[in-house]
């Protein structure tokens, strides 16, 4: 089975931010100094927003 994403982002306006979800996991890109870019479940700050382009 594939992991499947999702973007959270209004699809109107593409340079708008949001999150991107596997739908298997449940869990979001998540990119920080600290870890990296990785896997982390979803909360909705800073480190999970990303501009759609």
Same mark, same amino acid.
């Given at each position: 089975?594939?992991?499947?994403?999702?973007?959270?982002?209004?699809?109107?306006?593409?340079?708008?931010?949001?999150?991107?979800?596997?739908?298997?996991?449940?869990? &979001?890109?998540?990119?920080?100094?600290? +870890?990296?870019?990785?896997?982390?479940? &979803?909360?909705?700050?800073? +480190?999970?927003?990303?501009?759609?382009?």
């Amino acid at each position: 089975m594939s992991d499947a994403v999702i973007v959270h982002a209004d699809a109107a306006h593409p340079d708008s931010t949001g999150a991107i979800k596997n739908l298997n996991t449940g869990r &979001c890109i998540d990119d920080s100094s600290a +870890y990296g870019l990785r896997a982390f479940g &979803c909360n909705g700050l800073n +480190y999970q927003q990303f501009i759609g382009q």
